[in-house]
């Protein structure tokens, strides 16, 4: 597990501050599952945590437990390859932070915009040996910061601004 710094968290929550509220978020490749329990903690209504690793799983559990947030939260133990395939729900945030130097982002994303809602917006978190796609189905990278090593990808749909 390696949990995503405060600084590059502060400053994703800051980028998506005012699309927080009453959103359903997707977190794939969850970990310790901080990232969706900041976005619940911000008025997000429900979040899906989804990671493969069974020490990651009972991490989440007791995060979610801890933090009351269990009853708008759902974990998924799947690889996420595996559950975005086969996904029926729609999502209006999704974070996406794979394993550096892996390439998943390219297998993920494509998979991931298919399970958008037309407004949502798409985050990915990399160092420098992964690249962003320019775009992923109907969604078009927008923008990249960079936060020390660290890069994070917006993707919005290609019909909003």
């Avoid at 329990?37 to 989440?60: F, M, P």
């Amino acid at each position: 597990m390696r949990p995503t710094s405060d600084m590059v968290k502060e400053a994703v929550f800051s980028i998506i501050q005012f699309s927080i509220e009453g959103r359903k978020f997707l977190d794939l490749f969850a970990g310790s599952g901080q990232m969706a329990i900041e976005a619940l903690s911000r008025g997000a209504a429900s979040a899906v945590l989804v990671d493969a690793s069974k020490q990651a799983g009972n991490v989440i559990r007791d995060n979610l437990k801890t933090t009351g947030f269990s009853q708008v939260a759902q974990l998924v133990q799947s690889d996420a390859v595996t559950y975005i395939s086969g996904c029926r729900e729609k999502f209006d945030i999704a974070y996406i932070d794979p394993p550096y130097g892996t390439n998943l982002i390219e297998r993920v994303l494509p998979a991931a915009a298919d399970h958008m809602n037309k407004g949502g917006t798409i985050l990915c978190e990399s160092d420098s040996t992964d690249k962003f796609p320019e775009s992923a189905n109907d969604f078009v990278l927008r923008k990249t910061y960079r936060y020390g090593r660290i890069f994070i990808g917006l993707y919005r749909h290609k019909d909003m601004d």
